[in-house]
Nanobody, 116 residues
Framework: VQLVESGGGLVQAGGSLRLSCAASGSTFRIIAMSWYRQAPGKQRELVAA????????NYSDSVKGRFAISRDNAKNTMYLQMNSLKPEDTAVYYC??????????WGQGTQVTVSS
């Protein structure tokens, strides 16, 4: 499974961005998908996760109520709607897929910068 993120950019505090993660290859193997982020000098952290069918979601406390994860299985695409962005949300955002019977997949990352 190959993953490609898009939608990052520069936004002012309080603004919004929507990230996309397009999956290709053996997408039938995907069990769950997640968004992670890594700020300079910090460890990569889980932001949000979604189950295969999209019925279950989970968020880190730092983004709960501001971010929304979703997926469109017909398009093999996952999204992260980010609202009320804060400077501390600045990071490289990565999508991840947990694959049945195969190693997990990571995208190349997309930069999100929130200015104060």
């Amino acid at each position: 499974v190959q993953l490609v993120e898009s939608g990052g950019g520069l936004v002012q505090a309080g603004g919004s961005l929507r990230l996309s993660c397009a999956a290709s290859g053996s997408t039938f193997r995907i069990i769950a998908m997640s968004w992670y982020r890594q700020a300079p000098g910090k460890q990569r952290e889980l932001v949000a996760a979604i189950s295969a069918g999209g019925g279950s979601t989970n968020y880190s406390d730092s983004v709960k109520g501001r971010f929304a994860i979703s997926r469109d299985n017909a398009k093999n695409t996952m999204y992260l709607q980010m609202n009320s962005l804060k400077p501390e949300d600045t990071a490289v955002y990565y999508c991840n897929a947990v694959n049945w019977g195969a190693p997990g997949s990571w995208g190349q990352g997309t930069q999100v910068t929130v200015s104060s």
